[in-house]
């Protein structure tokens, strides 16, 4: 199994431009989610899914779309890149909402000048 | 509100001697909680956890943590330090008594094992 994985690894994007970050599992869990990491502040939930076909918001949800079509795929949208989005992204999952256990895949660092 | 706080940014020790990182939560509920670690460029890692039982948990990598519910704390500790184990310790906690799914992560406390 590969795990998590996540793609790209870097990105650098210009403010007001769109990306998808890109995350899949292939552990068929069916909980996934996304959390961005900043210097003094840890770990904070952007969004999540209990499942194919059902999201829900974290703590920083604003300027960030999720969907998630298959039980493998979580993407992450950023629609108008601010450079407050400037952060490192991780995408995690587990096998189903109440386990307990996370698996991070290795994050995403993206800049948005 | 469910909160965790790690109140060291940066905790050293020598090789060989104890190490404990400390963390304290804030949940209405059931507290669940956790233990990650994270290396330079790398994802988390789960360490350890304490969902019910046993107040002492033993993790990977020789660690173990006390759940203190008078305290509200979960500090980790280790009996005997590595170099190897110099990271990112991250504390997080979830609310097991509600049906909501988010966990709530520490600020994040950096380990330095002195050779």
């Known amino acids: 199994n590969a795990g998590v994985t996540q793609t790209p690894k870097f990105q650098v994007l210009k403010t007001g431009q769109s990306m998808t970050l890109q995350c899949a599992q292939d552990m068929n869990h069916e909980y996934m989610s996304w959390y961005r990491q900043d210097p003094g502040m840890g770990l904070r939930l952007i969004h999540y899914?209990?499942?194919?076909?059902?999201?829900d918001q974290g703590e920083v949800p604003n300027g960030y779309n999720v969907s998630r079509s298959t039980t493998e795929d979580f993407p992450l949208r950023l629609l108008s890149a601010a450079p407050s989005q400037t952060s490192v992204y991780f995408c995690a999952s587990s096998p189903h909402p109440s386990s307990n256990e996370q698996f991070f895949g290795p994050g995403t660092r993206l800049t948005v000048l | 509100a469910q909160s965790v706080a790690q109140p060291e940014d940066q905790v050293n020790v020598a090789e060989g001697n104890p190490l404990t990182v400390k963390c304290t939560y804030s949940v209405s509920g059931n507290p669940y909680l956790f233990w990650y670690v994270q290396y330079p460029n790398r994802g988390l890692q789960f360490l350890l956890k304490y969902i019910t039982g046993d107040n002492l948990v033993k993790g990977s990598y020789g660690f173990e943590a006390e759940f203190n519910k008078s305290q509200t704390s979960f500090h980790l500790k280790k009996p005997s330090a590595l170099v190897s184990d110099s990271a990112l310790y991250f504390c997080a906690v979830r609310d097991g008594s509600r049906t909501g799914n988010q966990f709530y992560f520490g600020t994040g406390t950096s380990l330095t094992v002195i050779p």
């Open positions: 899914s209990v499942g194919a076909g059902i999201t």
